[in-house]
């Protein structure tokens, strides 16, 4: 590996000479002195270098100026690779109050060409299509990489939570024989001369694989054919699924999905603190119990009668959580039935109703989920109710056919949450690089 | 939650009445006593109930049979999901040395009918195709669980190490415009009415992300339309790939791959270890440094001069490892550039030699690795030597513009993976729902 020390980590070598590397993130030269700010995955460190040297100083001099064929002063341009060895000396002006000085300069790569924005100003000077047209170099701007390390440590954190509670982490197929799940904006395949799909969810098998498990959860990508161009819907996103046998009802499940997001919020408290910071974002507080609200409740207080809530209605019921509860999370339970799928459990109590779940956060739905069905004769009744067949859901059935627990799980989408958490409007903003109805590259 | 014991924990609970909750394993009606085997997340616990009770034990003795439906002494079938109350008391002939006596049945779910072979036998009594024709009632035979508690484990064990080394986790787009990689065994689909193709590797944009993050790693699907029938091979796998820059060359990402696979057997041992004792496998020893033998010497050894390693020259240089340096584990480098992709790094000094690698685990290539290209320019040439153009690569090549660093990753199939490591013949053993020519469910 390249010998170096990571930006972050000068402090510690104060009085040393020390080699960093990375890109340079900005050159600035001035009447006596030339700045290079470096950018590696730490931070950024700052190296500075005198000019007009009296001539005495001759060979003993060299590594007063900046080199590596940029002689006479010349800084490499933004974005070069380079290695810069110098001594460390505090500065309360630099960035992590201490500086490289009198260094000296190897380019291990030099760009083609300057960046489509400045990657050192403070704010993205681009709007979105350009920063997604050049996702690769664009990302490296710390706002736009800091949305990346904060979903990174949210799936940590997801998973680290679910392990500890006994679930064992799964991977599916996300080729499919049949378009069942909603029926609609599915991708179509050719898959060895056969019709295939690209899978919505892990639904069918996460419920199969509670019967070997019991509790199991999947970090993977799912496909949507979704021929609207919204600020909340994506091609590809990565979900977030879980599932859990020996559930009571869908509130066991929602007791594990609050745990869930504490951890998830404590991963990027521990990990992605800097992003934070950057970000400017406080994350919020999980209530030890979230608030629910029922959907007929739901229903009366935005004086709606529509089996769904619209999106002013879920930002409406969010501030009315926060109003009410101190709350940003709000579950908002027992959806119709007329609306969740097939395979969600009827409400006992409640005819017409499910132990389906929502979970806003601020303002928007961020989680779906809820008690299934968990007896063969009950899909058969329910697909016959909906009048389709047993057919298409062959493979999904025979899980039930062997005896299943009562289970129940959820779905998280991990973009979703990264946008609603650092407050980005698009959910494209907190996607590398995403799909969408109109973008298939890079 | 449905308040239960798990059977692991019955010895903490000798005395008590309990409530344990599972699947019937196995129900055994003997002359006088009845067992029922259940089966849960950790484990087997067993309950036993006396027949023939003398008339006066009257309702008094009601918990002494298994109830539940089922008087008279009958037992509800294998695969019923059962709550099962009793009194904890040591049997060294049960399974974990505790047993329920004086047991009450209540049953959560029948099944519609028997299992396709016997779940309780020791042994899996059905062919493969059964297996995977069942799988979700076949996986929860507990050595078929076995294999993917161990593929579980070994995904966290690679994400912890990698996490630990400064790694970033991302996500990037199973849908591209342009089947660039490799050109063959690409699906194709239908992308709202344009062409496009499901990605057969991270590799662009993993090698993007270096720019960004510099380490990187990605745990997900890739596809591979692999037209042949073979015990290695399935059209879609999970693929463990990382990324990093700032390297000399090859050995230092070879020097991360040996970490990355001694953490996730580390991790195999310590979250799996009844599913290495189930199955009887003792995990290898990762040596300090796994030997390396060039490409040119493997040739000669194998008395070869086909610029590829043929599956009988694997295993023997893997015997050769085994024998000479004591390791399952040998790392072939300097592969032949004819059989590297264009972004692989030729070896500076021997023409003709790549900084590309493979490593060979117990008779089979689980990594491909190597140094990529990192300046534009040389991807360029790379290109036109093969007598491309750089127009599909557009995207792609778009990193290399805006300065990369000396960087080189690696590839580990999952499933390939934990086959070698549990001795299945099979691929397929190892995969919950495997896809591959012939199979596209459940």
Redesign the interface.
């Known amino acids: 590996?390249?010998s170096?020390v990571m930006s972050a980590k000068l402090a510690e070598h104060a009085g040393q000479r020390v080699t960093i590397?990375g890109?340079?993130h900005r050159r600035r030269r001035l009447k006596s002195v030339s700045f290079l700010v470096i950018r590696?995955?730490t931070g950024l460190a700052q190296a500075v270098a005198e000019h007009h040297l009296p001539p005495e100083v001759g060979a003993a001099g060299r590594g007063l100026l900046f080199e590596g064929g940029f002689a006479g002063g010349g800084l490499p341009p933004e974005?070069?690779?380079v290695e810069v060895t110098g001594t460390v000396v505090a500065n309360a002006q630099a960035p992590g109050g201490y500086e490289l000085v009198s260094p000296q300069v190897e380019v291990?790569?030099?760009?083609?060409?300057a960046?489509p924005f400045d990657l050192y100003r403070p704010v993205v000077g681009a709007a979105l299509p350009t920063v997604l047209d050049?996702?690769?170099?664009a990302?490296?701007h710390p706002l736009l990489?800091a949305g990346?390390?904060i979903?990174?440590a949210s799936?940590?954190g997801f998973?680290e939570t679910l392990?500890r509670l006994?679930f064992?982490?799964?991977?599916?197929?996300?080729?499919?024989?049949?378009a069942t799940e909603s029926g609609a904006n599915v991708?179509?395949?050719?898959?060895?001369g056969?019709p295939?799909y690209?899978a919505q969810s892990p639904q069918f098998?996460k419920q199969?694989?509670t019967?070997?498990?019991?509790?199991v959860y999947e970090?993977?990508?799912v496909?949507r054919?979704e021929?609207h161009d919204t600020v909340r819907h994506l091609?590809?996103y990565?979900s977030l699924d879980a599932e859990l046998g020996?559930?009571?009802d869908h509130r066991?499940v929602m007791?594990v999905l609050r745990e869930a997001v504490a951890g998830m919020l404590e991963s990027v408290r521990d990990r992605a603190a800097p992003a934070l910071d950057l970000l400017g974002v406080v994350p919020p507080e999980v209530p030890a119990e979230i608030p629910a609200i029922h959907f007929t409740e739901a229903q009366r207080l935005t004086s709606s009668d529509e089996p769904d809530l619209a999106p002013a209605q879920e930002r409406w019921l969010s501030e009315w959580a926060e109003r009410e509860h101190g709350s940003e999370f709000l579950f908002v339970t027992g959806y119709p039935m007329v609306k969740r799928p097939f395979y969600t459990h009827p409400d006992p109590a409640r005819p017409g109703c499910t132990n389906g779940f929502d979970l806003l956060f601020r303002g928007m739905e961020l989680v779906t989920g809820g008690q299934r069905l968990?007896?063969?004769?009950d899909y058969v009744r329910a697909l016959a109710e909906r009048g389709e067949g047993t057919e298409a859901y062959?493979?999904?059935l025979?899980?039930?056919?062997?005896?299943?627990?009562?289970h129940g799980g959820f779905a998280l989408g991990?973009e979703r949450w990264t946008a609603r958490l650092t407050g980005a409007a698009n959910v494209r903003q907190t996607?590398?690089?995403p799909?969408d109805?109109h973008r298939?590259?890079?």
Chains 1, 2 share one sequence.
């Open positions: 590996m390249i170096r590397a890109w340079v590696d995955r974005e070069s690779v291990l790569a030099e760009p083609c060409e960046p050049h996702a690769p170099v990302l490296r990489r990346l390390e979903s990174a799936a940590a998973r392990d006994g064992t982490e799964i991977h599916t197929p996300k080729i499919v024989g049949s991708f179509g395949l050719d898959y060895f056969r295939a690209l098998y199969a694989m019967g070997v498990f019991e509790r970090v993977g990508p496909f054919a021929p091609a590809q990565t020996f559930i009571r066991d007791a968990h007896r063969y004769e062959e493979g999904y025979q899980a039930f056919r062997y005896g299943m627990p009562p991990l996607t590398a690089f799909r109805l298939l590259s890079p």
